[in-house]
């Protein structure tokens, strides 16, 4: 499909963290396969996450056997400048690069002209949904199609699980901190053991976190076969799912926000 002056605008889309552009969007206009740029992406996640981490979500589409789900990649303006370096430079991806710039600037003058002025409490908010605008995303998507089907052993992938390093991360909180806010308000429990170290030769104490029964929904035990057993039984990591990073945002947000409060209650120190 030829770009026009009239349908560049949907080059680009708008959610929570901004514009971006799909990686669907760039494989149609440069005359690649989906499969093939989404393999780039992957071979070349390290460069991309320099500006910002790349966003992913299942997207459904048609096919002759039915409806079927695929992983699409959501990048930002300078990823995907990036990205289309490492495409093959022919006419029509060079052509695609101007119109993509072009479709991003016009995106940001409108953001801009509708956007109005923010109080505090509204910033502190907008940062505290940026983790979970595509997340919701994709749990309302889930809802919507498959209501009585089991979330987590049916459409969270492994690429889908968020770690706790990366949600602190976001939140801008410490891992251990985060960890420890959910062990206080028992969302999650913590088991101890030991084992014998060969590098250190002194035996080490190890950590597994678990879902309390009434949160499982919000984390997923991801198995470590190949790791030492603990108490005899398999290792494993625990990982946040889509709905469980909304709800743990949610949680920090209203946490900062009761602090926010009493320090208003309370006043300026003295």
């Known amino acids: 499909m ?6 560049r605008r949907s080059l680009v889309e708008v959610d929570g963290l901004g514009a971006f552009v799909t990686s669907l969007t760039i494989a149609e206009h440069t005359g690649n396969q989906h499969a093939s740029v989404m393999r780039i992406i992957r071979d070349n996640s390290n460069d991309l996450n320099e500006f910002g981490r790349v966003g992913f979500e299942i997207r459904p589409f048609e096919t002759a056997g039915g409806t079927q789900r695929r992983e699409v990649a959501q990048l930002n303006e300078q990823q995907a400048t990036l990205l289309i370096t490492y495409l093959r430079n022919n006419e029509q991806v060079r052509t695609f690069k101007k119109e993509l710039v072009k479709a991003f600037y016009e995106m940001a003058q409108q953001l801009t002209t509708q956007r109005s002025p923010m109080s505090e409490d509204d910033i502190v908010a907008q940062a505290l949904q940026i983790t979970s605008a595509r997340v919701k995303a994709l749990e309302s998507k889930v809802e919507q199609d498959a209501p009585k089907v089991d979330y987590v052993d049916t459409f969270v992938a492994d690429e889908d699980l968020i770690t706790f390093r990366t949600l602190a991360s976001d939140l801008k909180v410490g891992e251990n901190e985060l960890r420890a806010v959910l062990l206080d308000r028992k969302w999650i429990y913590k088991q101890e053991s030991s084992r014998w170290s060969e590098k250190e030769q002194r035996k080490k104490t190890i950590y597994r976190y678990s879902a309390m029964a009434d949160k499982k929904k919000y984390f997923h035990a991801v198995l470590a076969h190949d790791a030492p ?42």
Do not use: Q, Y
């Not at 990073?245 to 003295?270: H, W």
């Open 2 to 7: 030829s770009i026009t002056p009239e349908n």
């Open 229 to 270: 057993r603990f108490r005899g039984e398999v290792m494993h990591t625990l990982k946040l799912t889509p709905e469980g990073a909304t709800a743990v945002t949610r949680l920090i947000a209203n946490m900062r926000r009761s602090v926010d409060s009493l320090k208003s209650v309370e006043g300026p120190a003295a």
